[in-house]
Nanobody
Framework: QVELVESGGGSVQAGGSLTLSCLVTGYTYCMGWFRQAPGKEREGVAAICDSIDTAAYDDSVKGRFTISQGKTKNTVYVNLQMSSLKPEDAAIYYC???????????????????WGQGTQVTVSS
């Protein structure tokens, strides 16, 4: 059983920074961050997979967001460092995981069976 718990959301002014964290228990191969703004479809933001050196980013966040992962004794964590935030970055951010490689870039939400509860990011102009 895979469980994901996000933290780190909040409110920030445009140009500011936030770091989101996701603790994952259970086996995973790829982990990603997705976001959903009101009235919009959920979209992939960034993802990272074991044994693949490069991470994947949506064009809208390249150069501003950085995804990273690490392991402790019993859990895996995946962080999303967000900088130069814009009002259009405001959304509920979700951490997601999958246990297999499906396609590249791994930013298709429908390929992820495991999801966290989401954390709100608000960016004021």
């Amino acid at each position: 059983q895979v469980e994901l718990v996000e933290s780190g959301g909040g409110s920030v002014q445009a140009g500011g920074s936030l770091t989101l964290s996701c603790l994952v228990t259970g086996y995973t191969y790829c982990m990603g961050w997705f976001r959903q703004a009101p009235g919009k479809e959920r979209e992939g933001v960034a993802a990272i997979c074991d044994s693949i050196d490069t991470a994947a980013y949506d064009d809208s966040v390249k150069g501003r967001f950085t995804i990273s992962q690490g392991k402790t004794k019993n859990t895996v964590y995946v962080n999303l460092q967000m900088s130069s935030l814009k009002p259009e970055d405001a959304a509920i951010y979700y951490c997601a995981a999958r246990a297999t490689f499906r396609s590249w870039p791994p930013l298709n939400q429908y390929e992820y069976p495991y999801w966290g509860q989401g954390t709100q990011v608000t960016v004021s102009s």
